[in-house]
């Protein structure tokens, strides 16, 4: 256990449902990361805060996608309006800010979202 | 284009062998450079992590090292364990941020 918690482990869903995931940082860590992760490849950057503020975006993130994180502690990811190709792991990670630990980022077990 | 590739995709071996796993990257500026571990169904979790002057560190029975001017890095695993079936995935930080770039990783799988 690398004390960042997820929530749900796993999500079914039909296409066209919206989803949200909860992610728990490590509670003295200023910084969160979001990333996907499809079978058989490494996890991919989606965005990233520092305390309460949204600091960065990948263009993977689109339109339907929306994350927050509102008083600098756990975060939500919330995607709308759900396609198949949503389908994958939602990994959540958080670190100290730099200097501090080599900005060494702890993961927490993801989420396993499923669109039908 | 700042990329991370290992190598081999997948590697089975027995019970108590070694095994080593390579990476190349060309990502600039170079930070430092990780090796994690991923069980099925889990997150990541950091094994080792070394920087530009770093030429080798050791978790256990893991042993990592890095060759900054070709760019290359290894993860060495020694009397292998069923525990140790897992994801092996080497990830390069730019710059000092927060930006990591990830390798696909190496899929090991050890039997008894």
């Known amino acids: 256990d690398t004390g960042v918690s997820q929530d749900p482990r796993h999500k079914i869903t039909k296409r066209g449902q919206n989803v949200t995931f909860r992610c728990d940082p490590i509670s003295e860590h200023n910084r969160l990361y979001w990333y996907r992760q499809t079978l058989g490849q490494g996890p991919e950057f989606l965005t990233y805060?520092?305390?309460?503020?949204?600091?960065?975006k990948s263009r993977l993130l689109s339109d339907r996608f929306s994350a927050e994180r509102p008083k600098g502690s756990f975060s939500t990811l919330e995607i709308q309006r759900t396609e198949q190709g949503d389908s994958a792991m939602y990994l959540c990670?958080?670190?100290f800010g730099e200097g501090k630990g080599k900005n060494i980022q702890y993961f927490g077990a993801g989420t396993r979202l499923s669109v039908l | 284009k700042n990329q991370v590739e290992q190598s081999p995709q997948s590697l089975i071996i027995l019970e108590g062998k070694n095994c080593t796993l390579q990476?190349?990257?060309?990502?600039?500026?170079?930070?430092?450079l990780r090796w994690y571990k991923q069980d099925t169904g889990r997150g990541p979790v950091s094994l080792t992590i070394?920087?530009?002057?770093?030429n080798t560190k050791s978790n256990g029975r893991y042993t990592a090292t890095l060759d900054a001017d070709t760019k290359q890095s290894s993860l060495h695993i020694t009397a292998s364990q069923l525990s140790d079936s897992a994801s092996y995935i080497c990830v390069v930080s730019v710059d000092s941020s927060y930006k990591l770039i990830f390798g696909s990783g190496t899929r090991l799988l050890v039997r008894p």
């Open positions: 070394m920087t530009f002057s770093e």
């Open positions: 990670a958080s670190s």
């Open positions: 990476c190349n990257y060309t990502v600039s500026p170079f930070s430092n």
């Open positions: 805060f520092q305390n309460e503020a949204q600091l960065e």
